[in-house]
């Protein structure tokens, strides 16, 4: 009997770590002060081991040793604690289910994908030459604190997806039929993931050619490093050229001076408006517009747009797809919740910033008449990775009726 009320107890304990998950994941995708937003952070992780300490430990002791627990020998605290338990163990299963569930939508028509692992010079780019400058622990990991959590067993900060993905969408005129885009997000210039990544980065995005590059936000999490951006995504050049948006860290600095930098070299800043496209043969134009909300701005305004024009939103949050599909952009890029970082195995990811908890972590969905794409990111303000890949990802827009 006892075996089974441990086993129990054990589950309980796994349901309220996701419980509190799901809270914190909400509480933090509002604006908040990153002081702030560190204090909630650190409550919720303290809040995981007290509950796994004393539920058992209330159960054991006043129940002499389980013997004698029974549901009308418990007190409202003891309830309690079980009812968070078993809520939050409901939301767990349920979770687990949709993330093994997962499939990309039916217009995702091609793939292709490759791991680059920067720690070894099989790169297959000019960033062979990276052993030649020295061993990649003292060229990818900079100094400081956060050094250790980069350098931790089998952390997988240090590789890259880059995908290559072709969609087939309806309203894409047949004028722009092979439009390519490739989105970034999420790089988080820190210090503790040097430069020289960052680097190797745009090496692999400039080698995929695309129609125009895209940012959804997160630059900095250091103003001292301003100067990276020049040599990193300052470098990136495309046809139709470099658009952006920022992000709640970037809100936590000072937006103006992470706006004025990308824009002397040579990016776009869309945040809160849109911009007409147009393509070099003879056909419509496209939208592209920018959201930073909830942080920053407001949802672009679209009253001049034609219901027929084809809409791209750069949006940092998933978060916006609700009104994205009210709007009928066609595709929504975004970032921000990093995949989760670390996503366990069966399980998924445990932690993402969004009102949607984990449901928008990470992939592409078809929300009906708009296409989501939510990028893992380069980097994090934590350099950490498991079984959670930093992703580049060109995508490919192909003409639904041709």
């Given at each position: 009997?006892s075996?089974?009320?441990?086993g129990?107890?054990?589950?309980l304990?796994?349901?309220?770590?996701?419980l509190?998950?799901?809270?914190?994941?909400?509480?933090?995708?509002?604006?908040?002060?990153a002081?702030?937003?560190k204090?909630?952070?650190i409550?919720?992780?303290?809040?995981?081991?007290?509950?796994?300490v004393?539920?058992?430990?209330?159960?054991?002791f006043?129940?002499?040793?389980?013997?004698?627990?029974?549901w009308?020998?418990?007190n409202n605290?003891?309830?309690?604690?079980?009812?968070a338990?078993?809520?939050?163990?409901g939301?767990?299963?349920?979770?687990?289910i949709?993330?093994?569930?997962?499939?990309?939508p039916?217009c995702e028509?091609?793939?292709?994908?490759?791991?680059?692992?920067?720690?070894t010079?099989?790169?297959?780019?000019?960033?062979?030459?990276?052993?030649?400058?020295g061993?990649?622990r003292t060229?990818?990991?900079?100094?400081?604190?956060?050094?250790?959590i980069a350098l931790l067993?089998g952390?997988?900060?240090f590789?890259l997806?880059?995908?290559?993905?072709?969609?087939s969408?309806n309203?894409?005129?047949?004028?722009?039929?092979?439009?390519?885009i490739?989105?970034f997000a999420d790089?988080?210039?820190?210090g503790?993931v040097?430069?020289r990544?960052f680097?190797?980065?745009?090496?692999?995005?400039?080698?995929?050619?695309?129609?125009?590059f895209?940012?959804?936000?997160?630059?900095f999490?250091?103003?001292?490093l301003l100067?990276?951006?020049r040599?990193?995504?300052?470098q990136?050049?495309?046809?139709?050229?470099?658009?952006?948006v920022?992000?709640?860290?970037?809100?936590?600095l000072?937006?103006?001076v992470?706006r004025?930098?990308?824009?002397?070299?040579?990016?776009?800043?869309?945040?809160?408006?849109?911009?007409?496209?147009?393509s070099?043969?003879?056909?419509?134009p496209i939208?592209?517009?920018?959201d930073?909300t909830?942080?920053m701005?407001t949802?672009?305004?679209?009253?001049?747009?034609?219901p027929e024009?084809?809409?791209?939103?750069?949006?940092h949050?998933?978060?916006?797809?609700?009104?994205?599909q009210?709007q009928?952009?066609?595709?929504m890029l975004a970032?921000?919740?990093?995949?989760?970082q670390?996503?366990?195995?069966?399980?998924?990811p445990?932690?993402?910033p969004?009102?949607y908890?984990?449901?928008?972590a990470?992939?592409?969905?078809w929300m009906?008449?708009?296409?989501?794409?939510?990028?893992r990111g380069?980097?994090?303000?934590?350099?950490?990775?498991?079984?959670?890949?930093?992703e580049?990802t060109?995508?490919v827009?192909?003409?639904g009726?041709?």
């Amino acid at each position: 009997m006892s075996g089974l009320i441990l086993g129990a107890v054990v589950l309980l304990i796994a349901g309220y770590a996701k419980l509190s998950s799901m809270i914190l994941n909400r509480i933090i995708a509002v604006p908040l002060p990153a002081a702030k937003q560190k204090i909630i952070e650190i409550i919720q992780l303290f809040s995981m081991p007290a509950y796994a300490v004393i539920l058992p430990s209330v159960l054991y002791f006043r129940h002499a040793g389980f013997g004698s627990l029974s549901w009308e020998t418990m007190n409202n605290g003891e309830l309690l604690l079980i009812l968070a338990g078993a809520i939050g163990f409901g939301f767990l299963v349920h979770s687990t289910i949709v993330f093994q569930c997962y499939r990309p939508p039916h217009c995702e028509i091609a793939c292709d994908s490759r791991i680059v692992d920067f720690r070894t010079s099989n790169t297959a780019t000019t960033s062979d030459q990276i052993t030649s400058s020295g061993d990649w622990r003292t060229t990818l990991v900079g100094p400081g604190p956060r050094r250790k959590i980069a350098l931790l067993p089998g952390n997988q900060q240090f590789s890259l997806e880059v995908n290559t993905k072709t969609y087939s969408l309806n309203r894409l005129p047949q004028a722009w039929d092979g439009l390519s885009i490739v989105h970034f997000a999420d790089t988080h210039f820190r210090g503790a993931v040097t430069r020289r990544y960052f680097e190797l980065v745009c090496e692999q995005a400039r080698a995929l050619e695309p129609d125009l590059f895209v940012f959804s936000g997160d630059l900095f999490d250091d103003l001292e490093l301003l100067d990276w951006l020049r040599p990193t995504l300052g470098q990136l050049k495309a046809p139709l050229g470099q658009y952006f948006v920022l992000g709640n860290h970037d809100w936590f600095l000072d937006a103006n001076v992470v706006r004025q930098e990308y824009e002397r070299d040579g990016w776009i800043d869309i945040s809160s408006r849109s911009i007409e496209l147009k393509s070099g043969k003879s056909g419509p134009p496209i939208v592209i517009a920018g959201d930073e909300t909830p942080w920053m701005g407001t949802h672009p305004d679209l009253s001049h747009v034609s219901p027929e024009t084809f809409r791209i939103l750069l949006s940092h949050v998933p978060d916006n797809i609700y009104w994205a599909q009210k709007q009928k952009f066609d595709l929504m890029l975004a970032g921000h919740t990093h995949g989760g970082q670390i996503r366990l195995p069966v399980l998924g990811p445990v932690y993402a910033p969004s009102l949607y908890g984990c449901r928008f972590a990470s992939g592409v969905f078809w929300m009906d008449p708009t296409l989501l794409y939510v990028s893992r990111g380069i980097s994090g303000r934590e350099p950490i990775r498991y079984n959670c890949v930093p992703e580049l990802t060109k995508l490919v827009l192909r003409c639904g009726n041709r």
